[in-house]
């Protein structure tokens, strides 16, 4: 049975409060924090850099997920692997090398993984299957919150959670399958169905005035999909 995770993220979050928000959510259930850090230059638009997380780092007994839509990609890693992250992602357009940057990450003591927007094809995993601790499908463009969810997204999770699993059968470990874009309580049991096992929410958790009524309902959902 898989373990299912619900990861928040606090690009929704009051920033004016930001350490506050980390503790509440945390407070309400979330398995992890996911930091969303966009360069103005890869994606179009600017957020958190390295200092926001080593800030918000002693506020969070979850696991800090960082997800770098920056390009290029190296640099930050490395900065945000000291800065506390428990885990970096990046998109494989980002990297001049993937296989390096994947590397990069591991040697730093973090969880490694790739992203993958809507049209960017899985192929990039032929080779690195073996550095991988998370994939990132992305359900929405990369860039902003709030966005909806795309569903041809579906397909995407059902052909990457067949890779994961096809892998791990053969080789062992553990492959984490993240969704991330327009998650909400009316769809995560679909996502789930299709073979995800974490789950990003920002606006959907960070929308409401109950934190933990959201997640609460998020993963009575989920048990659904175990049952």
């Not at 040697?107 to 094809?121: H, I, Q, R, S």
Request: hydrophobic fraction near 45%; proline fraction near 5%; charged fraction near 20%.
């Amino acid at each position: 049975m898989r373990t299912f995770r619900i990861a928040p993220s606090i690009l929704s979050a009051d920033f004016a409060r930001l350490g506050q928000e980390v503790k509440d959510v945390v407070a309400a259930g979330a398995d992890i924090i996911h930091f969303d850090v966009m360069d103005n230059h890869y994606v179009p638009n600017l957020t958190m850099g390295p200092m926001f997380c080593e800030a918000i780092r002693p506020h969070s007994s979850a696991p800090i997920d960082v997800h770098l839509m920056v390009k290029p990609v190296d640099a930050l890693a490395a900065a945000f692997a000291k800065a506390g992250a428990d885990i970096i992602t990046f998109h494989p357009e980002g990297s001049e090398h993937i296989d390096r940057t994947l590397g990069l990450i591991k040697d730093a003591g973090c969880k490694a993984g790739l992203v993958f927007n809507p049209a960017t094809p899985l192929s990039y995993l032929d080779h690195v299957m073996d550095k991988l601790d998370m994939i990132l499908i992305m359900s929405v463009n990369p860039g902003f919150g709030g966005q909806s969810f795309i569903p041809h997204a579906l397909e995407k999770i059902k052909l990457a959670r067949r890779r994961i699993d096809e892998y791990t059968a053969k080789h062992g470990g553990e492959i984490w399958l993240e969704v991330d874009g327009g998650v909400k309580v009316d769809n995560i049991a679909q996502v789930a169905a299709a073979g995800a096992d974490t789950f990003v929410a920002g606006s959907a958790i960070y929308g409401q005035k109950d934190y933990k009524a959201v997640i609460d309902a998020m993963r009575a959902e989920l048990a659904r999909v175990q049952a």
